[in-house]
């Protein structure tokens, strides 16, 4: 099931403001996290988290949703996800094969994106799916970076690391999950689009 907004061609609306803060966000966080200054990076993943779900709620609640935020807050959530899955491979807090898994699934997005479109299509809905995907993934990297910050109690570390782990790992499977909706939704909007094409081809020919 998708979501389904009326969304106006405002661009100066208090989501997209976030929005535009979370992008501006990532190379702040890229840096603080390579210069060990974990509180800092900890603070702003967790304000990073918590924006995405505020930008949300506020362009639904005031009816501020708009063109510019339906394309500029997937795209925020997609590079802060990779920097910081980057940022903790580099630090060895999780595995390489995580960062493999979240890459892969965004390079068949990025494959099928550019197909629909190409074919003229709007953009495919955001899912319920793949939001609930990136809320586990984001609320999974304040904690993984908790869980290496060595000022607090070993007993704090572990638990922090274990709900990440089990959040992450949820995420990244409903992650794949929602990119099996999009692929259903979009092979069906391809041999739409090419059926069309041929159809407009034959009635040419005529």
């Known amino acids: ?107 068949v997005m990025l494959i099928l994106v550019s197909l629909i479109a190409r074919s003229g299509h709007k953009p495919m809905a955001v899912t319920y799916v793949g939001k609930a995907a990136t809320l586990f993934l984001l609320v999974a990297f304040p904690l993984f970076i908790l869980s290496v910050i060595t000022r607090i109690p070993d007993g704090l570390s572990s638990v922090a690391a274990g709900v990440a782990w089990v959040c992450a790992v949820i995420g990244v499977v409903l992650y794949w999950a929602s990119a099996i909706q999009y692929l259903t939704r979009g092979s069906r909007i391809l041999r739409s689009a090419k059926e069309q094409a041929s159809s407009e081809d034959v009635h040419d020919g005529a």
């Open 1 to 107: 099931m998708s979501t389904i907004e009326r969304a106006s061609n405002a661009i100066l609306t208090i989501p997209n403001v976030i929005s535009a803060l979370r992008l501006i966000l990532i190379p702040v966080f890229a840096v603080l996290v390579a210069s060990g200054h974990d509180v800092w990076a900890l603070i702003v993943v967790a304000v990073s988290s918590i924006s995405d779900w505020a930008d949300g709620y506020i362009a639904r609640r005031f009816n501020q949703v708009s063109e510019l935020g339906k394309s500029l807050d997937p795209i925020a959530d997609r590079c802060f996800i990779l920097v910081t899955l980057i940022a903790l491979v580099v630090r060895d807090v999780v595995p390489l094969w995580l960062l493999v898994l979240v890459l892969a699934r965004d390079l």
